[in-house]
């Protein structure tokens, strides 16, 4: 995915820009962990625009979303799928996780993070490019 020549979009551009200055505890708490290549030495994003979508965490290397969900996300359960299915239908992963989970179990949530860049790693990986429509 080269996402440096995808037309950029300027409001979801601005918007995404306004997410990294907004990020809740939880989000903060996990960009801590993965920032700087800190993690497993893989580059994360944050905030990163995915065609109309903006993703909490972006790995491109390894073609991994992660997606914290908290209480702004209760009953947008369809919404959540169908942006889900749409970057998953590009080859990227998505996991999701509680910001509970990330408060109260950071080690299994880094766990989970380690085992998805992995199986990312493996030879199956395919190049799948997200372009804006």
């Not at 037309?7 to 993965?34: H, K, Q």
């Amino acid at each position: 995915m080269n996402l440096a020549t995808s037309t950029r979009i300027p409001l979801l551009y601005a918007r995404a820009r306004r997410l990294r200055g907004d990020m809740n505890s939880a989000e903060r708490i996990l960009w801590n962990e993965l920032r700087n290549r800190r993690f497993a030495r893989a580059k994360f994003r944050r905030q990163q625009p995915l065609d109309w979508y903006v993703a909490d965490f972006f790995c491109a290397a390894s073609r991994l979303v992660i997606e914290l969900d908290g209480d702004s996300h209760m009953g947008k359960e369809d919404r959540d799928a169908v942006r889900q299915l749409y970057i998953e239908s590009h080859g990227i992963r998505v996991i999701r996780f509680w910001n509970s989970e990330v408060y109260c179990e950071l080690g299994w949530v880094l766990d989970c993070i380690a085992l998805a860049l992995d199986h990312a790693a493996s030879p199956s990986s395919q190049e799948v490019s997200l372009k804006p429509r």
